[in-house]
């Protein structure tokens, strides 16, 4: 279970509902943890290789952005860690 580059664009969707069920059917929130450090290492990953200003993909890399910074906050959310505004 984990967020993976396909191209240069970052899946996410899928993932986050297998981590989900997979903390439902096992009680087991680490599915979770797991998922939001993939989330973490694979955007950082995205940021560090894509350019998102004045590129030809800006408005897609912007969702992925928006998409990426929900997702962490949900899955932050759902194992009880308060996110932080700013690294």
Do not use: K
Request: net charge negative; with cysteine.
């Amino acid at each position: 279970i984990g967020v993976r580059l396909v191209g240069s664009e970052m899946c996410i969707r899928d993932s986050w509902y297998d981590a989900v069920l997979a903390a439902h059917d096992t009680s087991f929130p680490h599915f979770i943890s797991n998922w939001a450090y993939h989330l973490a290492t694979t955007y950082t990953a995205f940021n560090r290789d894509c350019r998102i200003i004045d590129s030809d993909a800006q408005a897609s890399r912007i969702c992925i952005n928006h998409a990426s910074l929900v997702a962490m906050h949900e899955a932050l959310r759902l194992i009880g860690v308060e996110p932080v505004e700013r690294m």
